[in-house]
């Protein structure tokens, strides 16, 4: 039998700014669209464009080519910190009210990102 796929835990979410930091597309930015924790994937908007050949069909009643974006690794991006203008990692700490909050490690500031 097939041993069950590890599934890894992130700080991202899904429409958080990435900035790739490593591969093909260093330093392009985007947001997140789709994370696949299984297979330590990400899909981020404008990022790692793929040409696909479509069919005609009621939506593209012509069909033709389709510029599509496909997953990178997990560990190729990195949120991008707009205020500082730099990546960062992402730490979690309790806020004012005492509910658990993300913050942005950047330059040893502590910021709310949600």
């Known amino acids: 039998m097939k041993p069950a796929p590890k599934k890894t835990k992130t700080r991202l979410k899904i429409k958080d700014e990435v900035i790739v930091i490593a ?15 299984e297979k330590q994937q990400v899909v981020v908007q404008g990022v790692n464009l793929r040409k696909r050949f479509s069919r005609p069909s009621q939506e593209n009643p012509k069909g033709g080519i389709v510029e599509i974006e496909m997953p990178i690794a997990l560990s190729n991006v990195q949120y991008y910190d707009s205020k500082e203008k730099k990546p960062t990692r992402i730490a979690y700490a309790a806020d ?9 490690v950047a330059s040893g500031r502590k910021r709310v990102l949600d």
């Open 23 to 37: 591969g093909k597309n260093r330093k392009a930015r985007g947001e997140i669209l789709y994370i696949n924790l």
């Open 96 to 104: 004012k009210n005492g509910k658990k909050a993300r913050y942005s």
